[in-house]
């Protein structure tokens, strides 16, 4: 009894990062599959959530109400509850054999990804002004030109914060999986901490592991941010990209200095025009 | 054009009637536009009088009415002919160009760009060609030295010129005009009517939604007072100065 006391006292008060050191390749194996069931996921989840999107912008109320339906429902489920129930429930029930956790969790978060992305899409959509669907169709562009040229870049830099955030929460979701026996970084740590007793060190390792991810997100997203950044910090920009853009700005000289040296616009006056 | 020689019609409308739900905004509206002609629309607001610019260009679709474009049937047609031969609105705005009040530019694009993207990716123009007849464009309307700006680097005015060289671009038979000095400081309109006059000019067939009344005097051929949803007078310049009805007399004097 007092021994035991004694090895929990200096296990507490001594640290030793040497677990951690040997048993590197356990803690990377888990860092590859939270980052690839996080990378796969979002992936689906963006694709569906451009959908989720349209549908609940619909002008057909069925598809509206189905979207919203979905959206409603699963943003309600919490997504431990969501994960447990498709793995177990769903995957059971109709008889489906998950051939691992990892397909199941991806399922999972691929569809409540789906409906929050979604969300946040449909609000990059609509901050776009209504003057700027018109002023395309008022040239020519039919509805999925303007889409594409006029409406979708304008709601992307609106809808990169969110979408950024949402990738962090997905990181940190994914230790979730852990509950249907994923062996992402969380499972794989606890497998560790449960063997040597080290939980200090390797939770700690842990910890550090999923700041170093969700800031690489972090600075990822504030790149991208800034890249499509309109006008404002334009300057800053400028200099970061400064080999494109200088490239460009010299093309658009060119152009200005040629077309200045024209001859002066000739009027085509119709004489008989004003009465 | 000889003398007795008919000037070509460019807008047809016949007939407009527009429900807002249950707000009856056009009620029977006709109104006939000639090559090279200016007209000018003005009203009190909520007269309808930007609701029928906007049907000319089918931004807004009139539920009941004929809207013809260079003799062809885009609109739902009067009672009797409804919907038949209606021809898709992509194609009446290859001959309508809009200014807007606001603007509208695109404000992720250069303004080169805003004026070169419809050539490109409507009229199928190679990008060379289409920089280089927006920058022609941009020259017309004082502001080549603009192509590598962004439209929030600019002030109203210069967004305004930079809109109307993007409808110009794509050398429509006519330009609208929505109130397009309406959003501007006092101090800037002078530049935009400047613009417009030199159109004015060209001999461009020019409809305009405009509280300006001495743009309006100074270049609407046709003169269209709107109230309520209906054309009340129209005439020549003698409107501004000797028109017939009580409520046109009333708002100008308003106004001045």
């Known amino acids: 009894m007092s021994a035991a006391t004694v090895v929990l006292a200096q296990q507490v008060v001594t640290f030793s990062p040497k677990v951690i050191l040997d048993n590197l390749d356990l803690l990377w194996d888990g860092v590859q599959l939270t980052v690839l069931v996080s990378v796969i996921s979002f992936g689906i989840a963006t694709f569906l959530g451009v959908f989720v999107a349209l549908a609940r912008m619909s002008e057909r109320r069925a598809v509206a109400t189905f979207a919203a339906g979905y959206i409603n429902i699963l943003r309600s489920i919490p997504l431990l509850v969501f994960i447990v129930f498709i793995y177990y429930g769903v995957a059971i029930y109709f008889g489906l054999t998950f051939a691992t956790g990892i397909q199941a969790g991806i399922f999972a978060f691929s569809l409540q990804y789906s409906a929050w992305l979604g969300e946040i899409f449909r609000s990059g959509i609509q901050a776009v002004p209504k003057g700027q669907r018109e002023a395309a169709m008022a040239v020519g562009m039919g509805p999925v030109r303007t889409f594409v040229t006029v409406i979708l870049p304008q709601a992307v830099r609106v809808a990169i914060p969110p979408t950024g955030n949402m990738m962090v929460g997905m990181v940190k979701d994914s230790a979730l999986l852990y509950v249907i026996g994923v062996q992402e970084l969380f499972r794989n740590a606890q497998l560790l901490a449960n063997r040597t007793f080290r939980y200090f060190e390797i939770y700690l390792a842990i910890v550090v592991i999923y700041l170093v991810l969700t800031t690489t997100v972090y600075y990822g ?55 | 054009m000889g003398p007795g020689e008919q000037a070509e019609t460019v807008i047809d409308l016949r ?28 009203g009190p ?192 310049r003698e409107i501004y100065t000797d028109s017939r009805e009580a409520r046109t007399r009333d708002f100008i004097r308003a106004v001045l």
């Not at chain 1, 970061?240 to 002066?264: G, S, Y």
């Not at chain 2, 006709?30 to 090279?36: I, K, P, Q």
């Open chain 1, 221 to 275: 997203m504030k790149f991208l941010e800034q890249r499509l950044r309109p006008v404002d910090v334009l300057a800053s920009v400028e200099r970061r990209f400064a080999p494109l853009e200088r490239r460009r700005r010299e093309r658009l000289r060119t152009l200005r200095d040629r077309i200045a040296a024209e001859a002066p616009p000739t009027r085509i006056v119709a004489p008989e025009a004003t009465p």
């Open chain 2, 15 to 42: 007939g407009i009637q527009k429900w807002f739900d249950d707000n009856h905004v056009l009620r029977g509206v006709d109104l006939t536009v000639t090559r090279g002609e200016h007209v000018c629309v003005f």
């Open chain 2, 45 to 236: 607001s909520g007269s309808g009088k930007s609701t029928l610019l906007r049907t000319i260009n089918l931004l807004e679709e009139p539920q009941r009415g004929s809207v013809r474009i260079l003799g062809v049937e885009y609109g739902p047609g009067v009672d009797g002919e409804v919907g038949r031969g209606r021809a898709p609105a992509k194609q009446l705005r290859q001959h309508v160009g809009m200014v807007f009040q606001q603007f509208n530019l695109f404000p992720h694009m250069t303004v080169l760009d805003n004026v070169a993207i419809a050539l490109r990716r409507v009229r199928g123009v190679d990008r060379a060609e289409a920089e280089e007849r927006a920058a022609r464009q941009l020259r017309r309307v004082g502001l080549l030295q603009k192509v590598s700006a962004y439209p929030s680097q600019l002030s109203g005015g210069q967004q305004q010129r930079v809109a109307i060289a993007r409808a110009l671009v794509l050398d429509p038979d006519v330009m609208l005009f929505d109130e397009p000095t309406s959003a501007l400081d006092p101090e800037l309109v002078g530049e935009v009517l400047g613009a417009m006059r030199d159109l004015a000019e060209t001999g461009m067939t020019m409809v305009v939604v405009t509280h300006e009344m001495g743009f309006a005097r100074e270049i609407g051929d046709q003169n269209v007072f709107m109230d309520e949803g209906v054309i009340v007078e129209q005439g020549g």
